[in-house]
C-alpha cells in the first residue's frame, strides 16, 4: 500500500513537472494582466502606489506581449481561449492598445469594458 | 525406432524446404523496389526532390536488375551488329547459320528489351505510387495548416499592430523613473536586430533564387508534375510494347524467309539427288 501511493506521488510530481515544463506565454500574460486589473480596482491601496504598481505592470506586459505574438506554439493551438485572446486585440494586448490609443491601461481598460465617463454620465438608474 | 527416424527426416526435409522458400523470397524481395524514403523528402527544396527519389531507386535491387538487363541487351545488339557485318563473308550453309544465329540474337534481344519493359514499368509504377502517399501527406498537412491559419492570422495582425508602436512603449516606459529597461527588452531588441540581418542575408543569398519558393503550393505543383511526368513514361512504355510487338512480328518474318530459304535450298539439293533418265537422253546411243 505505501509503496502504491510512493509510485502515485512520483507519478504526480513527473506529471507535474511535465506540465510546468510547457511555457505558455498567454497564460503568463493573462495572469500578468489580472494582477494590473486588480492593482487598478484595488481600494485599499492609495493613487501613489496604484501609479507605480500600474507602471511596473506596464513593462512586465510589454514584454510579455511580444512573447506572446512571437509564440510560435499558439500556431498550432486549437484552443478557443487562444482565438478568443487573440480576437480581443484591445483587451488582451493591454500595453500596446493603451499607447496606440494615447492613453494610460486604466483609461484603456475602463473605455473597452464600457466604464468610460460619457458611458457612466449617459447611463440611467433603473430597476 | 522406425517411427521416430521418419519424424527425424519429415523434420528435416520440412526445415530444408522452408529454408529454399526463404532463400527464394529474399532473392525475390532483392529484385524490387521498396522506397525508403519519408515524408521528410518534403522539406527538401522541390527541384531535388526527384534526385532524391532517382537516388532511393538507384540503391534499390530493380535498379541493379535492369543494369544488369541492359548490359546483356548491349552485348546482345554488338553481337547481332557483329553478325550482320560478316554475314556477306557466308556462302551456303554457312551463311544459313548465320542467318540463323542473327535470329536467334534477335530473338534474344527481345525477349531481354520485354524484361527490361516490363521493369521500367513497376520502376515507374512504384515511382508513381510513392509520389501519390507524398502527395496525399501534403494534402492533409495543407488542409491542417489551413485550419491552423485562423489563430496564426490574428496572430500575425497582433503583431504587425504592437511593431509598429513598440518603440513608442518602449519611450513611456524608459521616460517612468522609476522602471528601467528588462533584460528581455534589451535581450529582445538585440536578437531582432541580429534576425534582421540574417534575414536580409538570406534574402539577398544567391541561392534563394535558385531554390525557388517553399511554399506548401509550390511542392504540390511540383508534386504533380512529377506524377504528370511518371503517367507519360508509363504511357510512352505502352507504346514501347508496341513498339516490340512490331520488332516480334518482323523477327518472325524473318525466321519464315530463312526457312523458306533453307526448303528451298533442300528442295535445290533434292532435285540434284534425283535426276531420272530420258529417252531423249539417250538417243544418240542409238543414232551412232
Sequence with gaps: ?127 | MLRFRTIIIATGALVFVSQMQTAVAFAEIDQQWRPQLSEKILLLPPKHMNDAIEQDFSKSGLAQNMTSVETQLSDQVSAIDQLKQNLSRYEGQEQIEARHQIIVGKKTYIELLGQQIDLKGERLHTKLGLLRRLDRNLTRNTAQQKTASDVAQLQADAKSRIEGISSKLREQIALEPLTKETNFSKAFDKNMAAISALKDAIANHRMQSRLGLDSGATKADMLRQLMLDTEADLALIEIETELLGHMAHLLSLDAMALAEDVAAQSFTVATKAQIYSSPSDAVLLFTQ
Design chain 1, 1 to 127: 500500500m505505501k509503496k502504491i501511493t510512493l509510485a502515485c506521488l512520483a507519478f504526480t510530481i513527473v506529471g507535474g513537472m511535465a506540465v510546468s515544463a510547457v511555457a505558455d506565454s498567454l497564460k503568463n500574460l493573462e495572469r500578468e494582466r489580472a494582477l494590473a486589473i486588480a492593482a487598478l480596482l484595488d481600494s485599499t491601496i492609495d493613487i501613489e502606489a496604484r501609479w507605480n504598481k500600474l507602471n511596473l505592470s506596464k513593462a512586465r506586459l510589454a514584454d510579455l506581449e511580444v512573447m506572446v505574438i512571437n509564440d510560435k506554439s499558439l500556431k498550432n493551438s486549437y484552443s478557443p481561449r487562444v482565438k478568443h485572446a487573440l480576437s480581443n486585440y484591445e483587451l488582451t494586448f493591454l500595453a500596446h492598445a493603451s499607447a496606440e490609443d494615447d492613453k494610460s491601461i486604466a483609461a484603456h481598460w475602463f473605455e473597452h469594458i464600457g466604464l468610460s465617463t460619457d458611458q457612466l454620465m449617459a447611463s440611467r438608474l433603473a430597476k
